[in-house]
C-alpha cells in the first residue's frame, strides 16, 4: 500500500546534498512501521490508516514535487539545510515541527472534508504519532554511530523529553484541526496563515535556542558527522 510512498521518501533521502536528507529518512522509517503494522493487521482498517499516511506525507512531499506550496515554516528549515553550524536533532526537530503542528491538523481537516469524520480519523492520527515516537530509539542509536553525545543525551532523558514534546505538538495539532474544520474557505485560510506565522517561530527558536543549550550545542556539534549523505544513509537505517 505505502510501498511507492515509502521509495520517493527514501529517494528525497539520499539524494539530498545537505541535512534536508536528515527529515525524509527519518519519515521513510515512520512510514515503513506503518506498512509493517497495517501488514501485522493492528489497525481495523487498514486502507483507511494507508490513507492517511499517504495524504500526510503528500503535505510533506507536495511542495517537493511542485503541486502544493511551500509553507513558510518548512522554507525556515530549508533555508538552514546547509547550515553546518546545527546539530542533526535541531534539522529533525524542524522537520517534525513544520509536518506535526502545522502540516498534521491541514491533514485532518482534508480528509474530514472528503467524507470522514473527526471520530473515525482520531485513531489514524494517534497511530501515527505513536509510531513516530516508537520509531525514535533507533533513530537515536544510529545517531550515536555519527553523534558522540546522544547516548548521554538519551540517559540524561531525551527520549522522554522528545516523547513529551511530540504528545504536546500532537495534542495542539488536534485542537487546531478541531478549530479548523467547521470554518469556511476564508476563515480556514486566515487561521492558516495564521498558524504557519507560529509555527516559523518556533521554528525560529529551534534554529536559535537560549542558554544554556545555545552554549551546549556547539560541543555537541563537534562530536557529530559533519557528511548529511552519510547521516541520512544511517538514518535510513535498513532502508538505506
Known amino acids: 500500500m505505502l510501498e511507492e510512498t515509502i521509495e520517493e521518501l527514501r529517494s528525497v533521502a539520499l539524494d539530498a546534498a545537505d541535512a534536508s536528507g536528515y527529515f525524509a529518512a527519518m519519515y521513510a522509517r515512520v512510514t515503513d512501521r506503518v506498512q509493517t503494522a497495517i501488514d501485522d493487521g493492528r489497525f481495523g482498517d487498514g486502507e483507511q490508516m494507508a490513507r492517511f499516511a499517504r495524504t500526510f506525507v503528500d503535505w510533506y512531499l507536495g511542495p517537493l514535487r511542485g503541486t502544493r506550496p511551500l509553507p513558510g515554516c518548512w522554507k525556515a528549515a530549508e533555508d538552514v539545510a546547509g547550515n553546518l553550524r546545527l546539530v542533526i536533532a535541531q534539522h529533525l526537530l524542524l522537520g517534525i515541527n513544520a509536518h506535526v503542528n502545522h502540516d498534521l491538523p491541514q491533514v485532518v481537516v482534508e480528509l474530514a472534508d472528503n467524507g470522514f469524520t473527526l471520530d473515525e480519523l482520531r485513531p489514524g492520527f494517534e497511530a501515527i504519532n505513536t509510531l513516530l515516537a516508537q520509531t525514535q530509539p533507533d533513530i537515536l542509536g544510529d545517531l550515536g554511530r555519527v553523534c558522540g553525545w546522544t547516548h548521554i543525551a538519551t540517559i540524561v532523558g531525551g527520549g522522554r523529553l522528545f516523547n513529551f514534546s511530540l504528545d504536546r505538538a500532537r495534542d495542539q495539532a488536534w485542537s487546531t484541526a478541531v478549530r479548523l474544520h467547521p470554518l469556511d474557505a476564508d476563515a480556514r485560510q486566515g487561521q492558516v496563515a495564521e498558524l504557519d506565522r507560529l509555527v516559523s517561530v518556533l521554528a525560529y527558536m529551534i534554529t536559535r535556542p537560549?542558554?544554556?543549550?545555545?552554549?551546549?550545542?556547539?560541543?555537541?556539534?563537534?562530536?557529530?558527522?559533519?557528511?548529511?549523505p552519510v547521516v541520512s544513509r544511517l538514518l535510513l537505517g535498513r532502508l538505506a
Open 210 to 228: 537560549v542558554p544554556p543549550l545555545a552554549l551546549l550545542l556547539p560541543i555537541a556539534k563537534h562530536f557529530e558527522d559533519h557528511h548529511p
